[in-house]
Nanobody, 118 residues
Framework: QLVESGGGSVQAGGSLRLSCAAS????????MAWFRQVPGKEREGVAS???????NYADSVKGRFTISKDNVKSTAYLEMNTLKPEDTAMYYC???????????????WGQGTQVTVS
């Protein structure tokens, strides 16, 4: 089970840190990812963090967002800086054992946390 937290409303230029607490799933064995979705649009892969520490980011967030995880706490994070109104979306945490599926069709999903940038 993945549970996101940390969403909220923020002004443009501000920052938020999203957390994804994993239970029944050890993050050290999984590729962790963050997605976002705006109503009426397809879900977008934002960032992923593989087992070897390699990361991938959507072009729209490169240089502003940072994905990380703490395997002791079995928690993943998404640090979001210099937020823009176009970052407004529901953000979802996801996990998969395989890199190939991590940003395409991960096996495990959280319920989402809303981020609104005005």
């Amino acid at each position: 089970q993945l549970v996101e937290s940390g969403g909220g409303s923020v002004q443009a230029g501000g920052s938020l840190r999203l957390s994804c607490a994993a239970s029944g799933l050890y993050t050290g064995y999984y590729c962790m990812a963050w997605f976002r979705q705006v109503p009426g649009k397809e879900r977008e892969g934002v960032a992923s963090l593989d087992l070897d520490g390699s990361t991938n980011y959507a072009d729209s967030v490169k240089g502003r967002f940072t994905i990380s995880k703490d395997n002791v706490k079995s928690t993943a994070y998404l640090e979001m800086n210099t937020l823009k109104p176009e970052d407004t979306a529901m953000y979802y945490c996801a996990a998969d054992r395989f890199r190939s599926r991590c940003l395409i069709s991960p096996s495990y999903w959280g319920q989402g946390t809303q981020v609104t940038v005005s």
